[in-house]
């Protein structure tokens, strides 16, 4: 019988001898974001966890979506064993197989579809985690499919082709210098919401550190409030503040000569097409005081070098959002702050990068002229051929490409991501064969013929890179549930029934290869770190980048380019005119970062989903009276594709005019009204964060 004070310190998740709890050290991984964790784990499972402080770069907090990692690992939805389709697509209808004969009917119908139709005609797919694309690119180039896609079709690759057009092809996302800089643009991005932990200390260190902090942003935010300046453009209309400033900047002459000069071609054609965009004009379209416009451009170019922090979606998701980005990254080239300390992509010292990592490599496709997207998309060809852009996958199924899409092995696929998700659930019924491998049976899993068990991050041995050169491996923090592979392990034993080899010149079997693989390029064997608890230094860093090497930029004239070969000038052209604005006034915006949730997957936990039930309509005050609507009063938002019953919010954070509303919520999925049409012709991303809506009173009939 337990003691008192071992019953106190069991309720107390005290680890000691008494308790039978230890901690490990582990990464979570829940959103890709690989924070470093302390896991309380009593008789194999987890009990808790917390933030860690031991490791390089750690800050021993955790988010919330980390804290309820728990609930993610035991959740009643994990898929434990493989399975198969008993029932009809969408009914959820499966009955348990071996892996053998899992991997065995995948095999046979791959082999099928490529006899039939060509190996073409099958998709292969990552959504999350991300970390094996390139092995997947090697199963899909032996296989002979030049048709892979990843959730980065809506995500980061926009934004990295304004980034690449602007400054060559090796550059796509780029990290600003929070440590030297004197003055911040932080643009679309709540930092103390994305990526709290890592991100957001950055950003809270830099203010400690007294930087002037220009923030663009419709919404007032906890990130907001610390700004100097904050500029609250309507929803979709950056490229038109960019241009602005730009102007001011060019008018007033506090842009930088020499380093135009010397590393910029075709500025003349630029700075004749800004000189529209006055701060009237500006101030007509943005909605922004011309006065706070011309000040924040003021501010960027007197203090230079000004970094400029940017999200991967939010300025992207608009019909008009490459072009958006690029006049906005194009305000680095004029004020001298790319490439130099205290601005984005600064010089500094060497790092590690694991070989054949996602981040560190992105591998070129079989026949990447013939997939799907490369006539529609002809920019996104160019700039990322390494994928197919598969927004419109639903038009691919039903055969609306050049060829109709037969098979699927996905994995982390959540078909919630893209706009009217219910039109692919009905394209999935025109499949001969879907495979989906997953931590839950998901939405999309339920239209799938075969269903695999994937290790989430805790059980699965893994290595990350802390910091520049600490290297870091975690073991099994707890056993693997169920019969649950890691996605590695699938992946190779696939290509094995298949006769194909992935890997290249060092070819890999399994996942513990994988892991021996990615060393090569540290000076570490396995070995050795598995018998280091908190990690090692690297004996191998790639070298680090001068302002010279940085400048010498991948474009085709080998400077930063103001015209791009591909798509122009960064023309912009508003999404007003193109909607019903008159019968849909209201500028609906969808998945405005909210620091408990992450997509669909944290609706599944009870600690996050009871924080917000349900997906809230959230409206100005103002705009809630002028409809005579109040506070948690259920109302119907109606778009040009249909309608929904949610709950209305009011708060002053939101512009007036503009509603908000997250994403991913089942059937209250606002994905459901967007128009899968409405995409930007430039990189086929939805508009997400600038479509059209009006708001009903519940009783009033809208049909």
């Not at 260190?205 to 610390?226: F, Y």
């Not at 900047?249 to 380093?259: F, G, K, P, S, V």
């Not at 809630?624 to 209305?648: C, F, H, Q, W, Y």
Request: one cysteine or more.
């Amino acid at each position: 019988m337990k003691t008192y004070k071992e019953n106190e310190l069991l309720q107390a998740k005290i680890p000691c001898e008494e308790t039978g709890i230890e901690v490990k050290t582990g990464i979570c991984g829940f959103c890709g974001g690989m924070c470093p964790v302390d896991v309380y784990c009593k008789d194999g499972k987890v009990i808790k966890v917390e933030g860690n402080n031991t490791l390089p770069m750690s800050t021993g907090r955790v988010c919330l979506k980390g804290a309820a990692l728990k609930q993610s690992l035991y959740h009643p939805d994990r898929l434990l064993y493989p399975m198969k389709r008993v029932g009809k697509r969408g009914e959820g209808k499966f009955e348990r197989i071996s892996w053998d004969e899992a991997l065995t009917t995948i095999t046979e119908k791959l082999n099928e579809t490529k006899e039939k139709y060509g190996a073409k005609s099958a998709l292969f797919y990552v959504g999350h985690p991300k970390w094996f694309r390139p092995q997947l690119t090697d199963l899909a180039n032996e296989f002979g499919t030049p048709n892979i896609g990843t959730e980065s079709s809506t995500c980061a690759y926009a934004l990295g082709m304004a980034n690449a057009s602007v400054f060559g092809k090796n550059i796509f996302m780029m990290m600003p210098d929070l440590r030297n800089c004197k003055v911040l643009c932080v643009w679309g991005v709540n930092s103390l919401y994305s990526n709290s932990v890592t991100a957001g200390g950055g950003f809270i260190n830099a203010v400690k550190r007294g930087v002037k902090l220009i923030v663009v942003d419709p919404r007032c935010t906890p990130t907001t409030e610390h700004a100097h300046i904050h500029l609250r453009p309507f929803p979709g209309t950056d490229g038109a503040l960019a241009l602005g400033m730009a102007r001011v900047m060019i008018t007033e002459n506090l842009h930088n000569h020499d380093y135009i000069l010397k590393n910029t071609i075709y500025f003349e054609d630029y700075k004749n097409y800004v000189m529209d965009f006055t701060p009237e004009v500006v101030e007509k379209i943005t909605g922004v005081p011309k006065e706070d416009m011309i000040a924040a451009a003021r501010l960027m170019a007197t203090e230079a070098p000004c970094p400029i922090q940017m999200s991967a979606s939010p300025v992207v998701h608009n019909i008009n959002g490459v072009q958006n980005a690029r006049a906005i990254s194009m305000l680095l080239a004029l004020t001298g702050s790319f490439g130099v300390p205290g601005g984005n992509m600064a010089p500094g010292p060497g790092r590690v990068v694991l070989k054949d990592s996602f981040m560190g490599t992105r591998r070129q496709r079989v026949n990447a002229e013939q997939d799907l997207s490369h006539k529609q998309f002809p920019a996104w060809a160019q700039l990322v051929p390494h994928e197919t852009q598969v927004t419109r996958i639903a038009d691919y199924i039903e055969g609306k490409g050049d060829y109709p899409i037969k098979n699927i092995l996905s994995f982390g696929m959540n078909h919630h991501m893209w706009p009217r998700p219910d039109r692919l659930e009905a394209a999935f019924d025109k499949l001969d064969f879907f495979v989906s491998a997953d931590l839950y049976m998901t939405d999309t899993c339920k239209y799938a013929d075969i269903v695999l068990p994937v290790q989430t991050s805790l059980e699965r041995e893994q290595i990350d890179v802390m910091g520049l050169d600490h290297v870091f491996y975690q073991g099994h923090v707890v056993e693997p549930m169920g019969e649950a592979w890691t996605d590695m392990d699938i992946l190779t034993a696939l290509a094995k029934k298949l006769e194909i080899t992935i890997g290249g010149d060092e070819p890999i079997y399994s996942h513990e290869d994988f892991l021996k693989k990615s060393l090569t390029t540290t000076g570490l064997t396995l070995e050795e770190l598995k018998a280091a608890p908190n990690g090692l230094k690297a004996k191998k860093v790639m070298p680090g980048r001068t302002s010279e090497q940085i400048l010498n930029v991948m474009t085709p004239s080998g400077k930063i380019e103001f015209v791009s070969d591909m798509i122009g000038l960064p023309v912009y052209k508003d999404y007003r005119e193109q909607l019903p604005m008159e019968e849909y006034p209201l500028v609906l915006t969808t998945g405005s970062r909210k620091p408990q949730l992450f997509h669909s997957r944290t609706y599944r936990m009870p600690w996050l989903a009871n924080l917000e039930k349900y997906p809230l309509v959230e409206i100005h005050p103002e705009d809630a009276k002028a409809l005579n609507m109040t506070d948690d009063e259920e109302v119907i938002l109606v778009t040009p594709v249909g309608s929904m019953e949610l709950t209305l919010k009011t708060t002053a954070s939101t512009l007036k005019g503009t509603v908000n509303v997250y994403h991913g919520a089942g059937q209250k999925d606002i994905n459901l009204l967007l128009d899968d049409t409405y995409l930007d012709p430039v990189s086929g991303f939805p508009g997400f964060k600038s479509y059209c809506c009006r708001l009903e009173k519940k009783e009033v009939s809208h049909e």
